[in-house]
Each structure stands twice: as structure tokens, then as C-alpha cells.
């Protein structure tokens, strides 16, 4: 395997460091220092200078033509390998704010990856166009506070069929993403058939982060830091019912579909 820089990637490494280090990181600690300056008090909204820094600055990565790089291997983004991302990714990991920027950010690039690669015409016209433009945030809704959920089969937040809906029940947390008011899809696994194999017991569905029944409980925090306005939020799920077209893949396929997210996602967010 060439783990060298090619000659596709290393004109993009040169843009993507000089704009890093000449227009982003000289924003970055302003950008931080507003956490929790809003008008209302509320650390998980944004102030109109925190939009005005993040907006003006994805504006100049899209003219400057440095936009998801993450999309290895598709048509939709550069068709760049997992190693020539690296490089790129190894530049946005020095500022905190770089990867929004470039529309790199976590956990949105596997999210995208979710709608991209097994989402459905609706799912894909509904949330990936306006998440590949940048125009919304997501959140990837799996790690619960009744199972060591770093084994996925052992997820029991429950889905049950009720006629030609889904209804779901239980409590998620430390859900990134979750706190951003621009935060607009959840993506969520769920136990559908505790009695199948356990790599067909669960199912993955897609819905609006606004939808009925879905209440936020509380920030969790780290070392007491929440990562406002970003957050990670521990939510509960009070019989939120779904359509049949908010399956991902296929019932009892939720398994393979968070394997196929996390996979590339680990890579791609350690690199930075």
C-alpha cells in the first residue's frame, strides 16, 4: 500500500493548511470565547458573530473549492482514498473549528455516509442535500444508559411495529450533536426483534431531531465541559411514532448499517 502523498492530494493539503493557519485560526478563539454569550443565557445557541464566523468562513472553503473531502470513493465528493483524507484531515485537526468548515465535521460526514450509501430517494431529497451543503447538522442516535453500547447487539431501546408505524420507546445519551440548534436529523438504532440473531435484532430509522415525542433530558458533560453549543445530550424517546419509510435499509439491518458508518468514521475522525 503507497501511504505517500499523491500528486492528487498534495496541491489540496497546500490549500487546505493555508487556510486553516492564514483564515481560520486566526477566528477560532473568538469563536470559542462566545460560547454561552447568547442574549438568552443559553449556551446551546449560537450568537449572531458565532453564525457570522462559521457561515463567512464555509463560504470561502466553497469558492475556494475545499468541500467535503470526506466522501472517499464516490462521485459526490473528490473519489479521494482513505490515506490521501488523512493528509487533509491531519490539517483540519489543528483548529478547532477547521473541519466544519471544510463540512468535515463529526457526526455528520457519517451520517451523510448513512443516507448516501443506504438511504433511501426520500431520505437522500429530504436531509443529505442540505447536509452536504452545510445547511443543517445531524446526530447519530445509539449509545444508551442501560447497556455497555460499545457492543451494539446489546442495544435495547425498543421499536415495536404498531400497524403500519413504528412507535419508539427509551432513553439515548452522550448523542453528539444533539445540542446544535441546526441540529435538523436523527439517525437512530433501535432493538426491533430482541428474539432474532443478534445481528439482526435491531433496525435503523431516520427522522426530523423535532419530532413528537423526542424530549431532551439534560447536556451530558466531560470533566464538566458539555462542548457547547455542539453538546452531547441525553435524550428520551416517549413513544415517538415513525412511517415504515423511516427504515434504513431494512428491518433487522440496523447492525450492518452502523457497521458501515462507524468504520470509515473511526478512521476518519481519529486522523484529525
Known amino acids: 500500500m503507497d501511504l505517500g502523498i499523491s500528486e492528487r492530494v498534495a496541491p489540496l493539503i497546500k490549500a487546505v493548511r493555508d487556510m486553516v493557519e492564514n483564515d481560520i485560526a486566526p477566528l477560532d478563539a473568538e469563536y470559542h470565547a462566545l460560547v454561552g454569550t447568547h442574549p438568552t443565557g443559553d449556551r446551546f445557541k449560537h450568537t449572531d458573530r458565532q453564525l457570522e464566523i462559521l457561515d463567512g468562513l464555509k463560504s470561502l472553503a466553497r469558492e475556494r473549492g475545499l468541500w467535503n473531502f470526506w466522501l472517499t470513493d464516490s462521485e459526490r465528493g473528490y473519489g479521494l482514498s482513505t490515506v490521501e483524507y488523512a493528509y487533509l484531515a491531519e490539517e483540519m485537526g489543528k483548529v478547532g473549528i477547521a473541519a466544519e468548515v471544510f463540512n468535515c465535521n463529526a457526526p455528520d460526514t457519517g451520517n451523510m455516509e448513512v443516507l448516501e450509501r443506504y438511504g433511501t430517494q426520500e431520505h437522500k431529497d429530504r436531509w443529505l442535500n442540505d447536509l452536504l451543503d452545510g445547511k443543517i447538522r445531524s446526530a447519530y442516535v445509539m449509545t444508551e444508559p442501560s447497556t ?45 426483534d430482541p428474539d432474532a440473531p443478534k445481528h439482526s435484532r435491531h433496525t435503523m430509522f431516520v427522522m426530523d431531531a423535532d419530532t413528537l415525542g423526542i424530549e431532551i433530558l439534560r447536556p451530558m458533560q466531560v470533566f464538566g465541559h458539555d462542548d457547547a453549543p455542539h453538546g452531547h445530550m441525553h435524550l428520551r424517546f416517549n413513544n415517538v411514532r415513525l412511517p415504515a419509510s423511516a427504515v434504513v435499509l431494512g428491518e433487522g439491518r440496523g447492525f450492518e448499517v452502523a457497521q458501515g458508518r462507524l468504520g470509515p468514521g473511526r478512521i476518519h475522525h481519529c486522523m484529525r
Open 148 to 192: 455497555a453500547s460499545s457492543d451494539a447487539a446489546q442495544l435495547s431501546f425498543e421499536a415495536k411495529k404498531d400497524g403500519d408505524k413504528w412507535v419508539l420507546n427509551g432513553e439515548k445519551w452522550w448523542i453528539s450533536g444533539s445540542g446544535d440548534p441546526r441540529c435538523a436529523l436523527y439517525i437512530v438504532m433501535a432493538c426491533s
